[in-house]
């Protein structure tokens, strides 16, 4: 980095603390006994869609080849899990036409994945050897993520499976600030990751698994059977 970017880099690591600082006190990570109200919820929301702003901002400033080296590897196992996503769903989907005609019901599928994180537990993280860079509190806030209201990052539901491997966005998406990605099919998964649900570049570099959950159900939307 060049005198000037440092410097900002240095501002925006100023302001990244200061917003963790605020997550964690609104937040109680790990602590199972706290149940955050609507107010405390809207503040997580909030500030965590600020952080992930700023590190965005951090990544462009910084990105070193590792790091975007790690990101083709990424983005390239979030197509693969795309893929797979798409396969379990079609095989059960075939599986419940199946039942629809054997005894008259109707079911419905849904099939979604999101990143694994236990409940109550810190996150299991891939380390890289930028965490220090950052100064981020990674565990405590990819926990505070998970822990906000939403279903899966990606679904397919039904007979809709949407075509949604890869994308080039031309619109303003935290990918599009970063120079040395321009070009690059970036996988919709990892868009959503970005925008529909509050982690950073950074925080899905750091990811180490998902899970692929599915639910069949009955004509009245009850929940027969969930996998995961």
Known sequence: MNTDDKKKFEVLQKYLRQYERDIIYYSKPFDNSHCIDSWEEFQIDRKLSIRADILNKMFALHATDA???????????????????????????????????????RFSIHTSIDPYIKYGEAPELDEMEEDAFYESKWKEMIWCISGLKGGGVLSCEG??????????????????????????????????????????????????????????????????????
């Open 159 to 228: 007979d809709y499976i949407p075509d949604f491997a890869v994308y080039n966005y031309e619109w303003d998406t935290p990918f599009n600030s970063i120079t040395r990605l321009k070009g690059v099919n970036i996988c919709f998964l990892f868009h959503a990751l970005c925008t529909e649900r509050k982690y950073s570049i950074p925080d899905v570099l750091r990811i180490k698994n998902y899970k692929i959950d599915q639910e069949i159900c009955n004509w009245e939307n009850d929940t027969l059977q969930k996998t995961i």
């Open 67 to 105: 790091e975007l080296e790690k990101f083709e590897k990424v983005n390239s196992m979030l197509i693969d899990l795309t893929e797979q996503l798409c396969s379990i769903h079609r095989k059960l989907q075939r599986k419940v036409k199946l039942m629809h005609r054997a005894d008259g019901w």
